[in-house]
């Protein structure tokens, strides 16, 4: 692994396992990098190893999550490779938290919302999605994604405000829910015969099995995207463009689209536009939803202008063994005090970069061929 400083151009560290690098997972305090059977967790101000969590169980995929709340440095991995256990680790205090008994078959997929507060999972079969408190580890939601036939999950993301989450999977369908608990405090129902057969409905609900009720318990999607492709890898983000909601869907075909979302009323979403990000210079935009001038062609094109940020090469730059005294410390004013958002007033992703790159922007970039070295940007 090796670890650049972004804005420099210069080598922070670079580290090697005993064994193959399956993901990275990154905030303002912390670095992690997960193994097959270890977890090895870095300050991220001088990338001293702080702690190894050795004999973790088998995770082939790699699969964890961490906190970008650096005040919350919660990490989740997981706890068990037969049942849906969820390890929860406090970066800071470098002690295990809790662990969570989430779902009876293995997990595919883990996610903490913008503040640490609150994680997400989902298993292998993909049909159930719940969300817990952190530290905790109590139940707070939990959303059927569907009932037919079981699912690999592909991305599972909070938004900013953690009002909504988003599920997506190998099929076409994303699935958006919303959370909020409903209350008892509603006004009485006129005495009707279809609100006499609910309330019975409901109380039989307490006399059947606890699988069963619990299932009819279970919230379904509140808003939900039907994509033209099905079986391809896709990642989805909820982000809040020009003060509106907007759901982002990239596929492993080199597209990214961008639809519209009704934070009242839900329902199907609608398209605005669809990128190519591979360079083929081709976008479509629905126009009667879109509010912005048009974009430059491609997402490929606009990365590869020239960067008007001047490399500083010769910039001294960590190294493993000598760590911060054989190289310059990173300043404590370069590190923020919450996460890092998109301005949404002047950004509508992709976007043109039209001044410098800020301090501390965080970019992973992995080397897949000829070898399989991954580098961090700090």
């Known amino acids: 692994m090796n670890v650049y400083h972004f804005k420099k151009g210069t080598e922070i560290c670079n580290y090697s ?34 702690k190894t969590i050795m ?14 709340n650096h005040a919350n440095s919660y990490l989740a991995y997981p706890g068990s490779a037969t049942s849906g256990e969820i390890a929860l680790y406090d970066g800071n205090t470098l002690k295990t938290a809790c662990t969570i008994p989430a779902h009876d078959g293995p997990l595919a997929a883990l996610a903490f919302n913008s503040t640490g507060s609150k994680l997400a999972s989902a298993s292998e079969k993909g049909t159930v999605i719940r969300v817990f408190s952190i530290p905790g580890g109590q139940k707070l939601y939990e959303f059927r994604r569907g009932m037919k ?38 006004p009485e129902e006129p005495p009707t015969w279809s609100g ?39 990642i989805c983000a909820l982000s809040t463009i020009q003060k509106l909601p907007r759901l982002l869907v990239t596929t492993s075909d080199g597209h990214l689209y961008i639809y519209n979302l009704d934070p009242q009323d839900g329902g199907e979403c609608v398209l605005i536009k669809k990128h190519s990000l591979l360079g083929s210079g081709k976008m479509e935009e629905n ?52 996460p890092v958002c998109l301005d949404d007033e002047n950004e509508f992703p992709p976007c043109a970069t039209k001044r410098p ?20 940007w700090l």
């Open 287 to 338: 126009t009667e939803n879109d509010l912005r001038p048009p974009l430059p062609q491609s997402y490929a094109a606009t990365v590869a202008r020239q960067s008007t940020v001047p490399s500083t090469s010769t910039m001294p730059g960590y190294s493993e063994d000598g760590g911060a005294l054989r190289g310059e410390v990173i300043p404590e004013h370069e590190f923020a005090t919450g």
């Open 55 to 68: 004999d973790t169980p088998p995770n082939t995929t790699g699969l964890c999550a961490l906190s970008i």
């Open 17 to 50: 396992y005993s064994s193959k690098i399956l993901s990275i997972r990154l905030n303002r305090q912390r670095l992690v990098v997960c193994l097959e059977e270890s977890i090895y967790i870095h300050n991220i101000k001088d990338m001293k190893l702080l």
């Open 149 to 186: 036939r079981y699912v690999n999950i592909s991305s599972l993301v909070f938004s900013m405000d953690s009002q909504f989450l988003c599920a997506s999977s190998n099929t076409e369908t994303v699935h958006i829910f919303k959370l909020e608990h409903l209350t008892d405090s509603r």
């Open 196 to 234: 006499y057969m609910g309330k019975m409905f409901q109380a039989a609900t307490n006399y059947l099995p606890a699988q069963v009720s619990g299932m009819m318990n279970q919230d379904r999607a509140f808003a939900t995207v039907r994509l033209n492709i099905s079986g391809q890898r896709n």
């Open 357 to 376: 790159l800020k301090t501390s922007k965080l970019v992973t970039k992995w080397n897949i061929h000829p070898q399989p070295t991954p580098r961090v």
